[in-house]
């Protein structure tokens, strides 16, 4: 296993991490998190929301189950909470808006997991500047119980999560200095978050990539890589996938959430690779993105569209699906696609080529045409 540094934190990762959201159960959990271990994964993401039954019966408190006993120094443990105006749900996490809730926030999942201190703790979903303002504005707000949290010694470092805009994260980071943490949605089919990249190499702050498969689209094969990078032939898309993600300087460790044996000896295999994907072949990698879809811009998932559409529909994630289809051939998609058929919100048929996605669109894409595009492949799939 590889390991990297977290920013300027001091703090080493290995390059896979653990994530926590898919564990089947408390027993399941046992058994990825021994295994994980063995194969010297040290991160590890946690979130009391994911499974949530009851107060100790949740993933939180699976891993706190699984880790009982064990050396804490050779592990590094990051919780969150979500920022929120609203009602809270202070149990799971959810919805936290002020002092008093977030240090409740952390002193429950100090409990469960059974720890004296973690590592990390971050803002959950903190993709909006609503979220921002909910969590940092004010005295009585998350940010001073984590704050007050980190100066007793209960957490060592802050973040946040964001599936946000890359201007947005770099404005959060640029306002709230404390943050030397970030974890954001980022793979070979949605590169919108590249810039924060950048921006948290030059002011080491650390990276965690979530999302590396796309919730399992980026799988099986595809033919399409070794057009242009053929010593990538034969080698599964996943494979590819961590590759060009930890081929990143910028990123500290990947996280997925796997939940069989065979997925994370997998996955730690490619991030024991020294070099997983060279420097120059990365730069050929994203070059070639534009030989496959023929000269087009892609879509970079950058969601400056999203609620634009008088129809609401989902128009980056559209975009995001085609391009898997049809540029970098993905067939793990195909049933999705074949789904939208019969989708009220997301029925790509009921585009009535307004514009108003393509006059927020930063690359100006012909967003009308591939929706036209999509409602082709998708009456294709269904005939097949």
């Known amino acids: 296993m590889q390991y990297r540094p977290v920013g300027n934190t001091g703090v080493m990762v290995s390059a896979l991490g653990i994530g926590t959201m898919r564990f089947k159960g408390r027993e399941n959990a046992a058994e990825m998190i021994e295994r994980e271990l063995e194969l010297g994964l040290t991160y590890c993401d946690i979130g009391s929301a994911y499974s949530y039954k009851a107060f100790d019966e949740n993933a939180e408190a699976w891993v706190g189950a699984a880790i009982a006993g064990k050396d804490r120094s050779k592990m590094v443990l990051s919780a969150k909470a979500q920022p929120r105006k609203g009602e809270p749900q202070v149990e799971k996490g959810l919805g936290i808006s002020s002092r008093d809730q977030m240090a409740q ?11 004296p201190y973690f590592d990390f703790y971050q803002l959950w979903d903190m993709s909006a500047p609503d979220h921002f303002e909910a969590a940092c ?6 940010l001073t119980a984590m704050r007050e949290a980190r100066d007793q010694g209960l957490v060592k470092h802050l973040g946040f999560t964001s599936h946000g805009g890359a201007d947005d994260i770099i404005s959060w980071l640029q306002q709230v200095p404390d943050f030397r943490f970030v974890t954001v949605y980022y793979n070979f089919n949605d590169r919108y978050p590249e810039r924060v990249l950048d921006y948290c190499r030059q002011n080491g702050i650390g990276v965690c990539i979530m999302g590396p498969l796309r919730g399992g ?4 094969e595809s033919e399409v890589f070794a057009e242009m990078l053929p010593e990538l032939a034969g080698m599964p898309v996943q494979e590819i996938a ?10 500290s460790t990947v996280i997925s ?9 997998e996955n730690a295999r490619v991030a024991s690779l020294e070099e997983p994907m060279p420097a120059d072949q990365r730069v050929r990698f994203i070059e070639a993105f534009r030989e496959f879809s023929q000269g087009q811009d892609l879509c970079t998932g950058c969601r400056y569209c999203a609620g634009k559409c008088q129809e609401g529909l989902p128009v980056s ?3 995001g699906l085609l391009q898997l289809h049809d540029v970098f051939r993905i067939h793990t998609v195909d049933a999705q696609i074949k789904g939208l058929a019969g989708n009220e919100r997301a029925n790509p048929a009921k585009c009535v080529a307004c514009g108003a996605c393509v006059e927020a669109c930063p690359q100006d894409l012909d967003i009308p045409g591939r929706m036209e595009r999509l409602t082709v492949v998708i009456e294709e799939l269904n005939r097949e």
């Open 105 to 115: 926030c952390i002193e429950n999942s100090l409990k469960r997991v059974g720890v």
């Open 137 to 142: 504005v004010g005295d009585d707000s998350p």
């Open 217 to 220: 689209l980026l799988t099986g």
């Open 242 to 251: 961590l590759r060009f993600l930890l081929g990143s300087p910028a990123v």
């Open 257 to 265: 959430g796997m939940n069989e044996i065979a997925h994370v000896e």
């Open 317 to 319: 994630h559209l975009m």
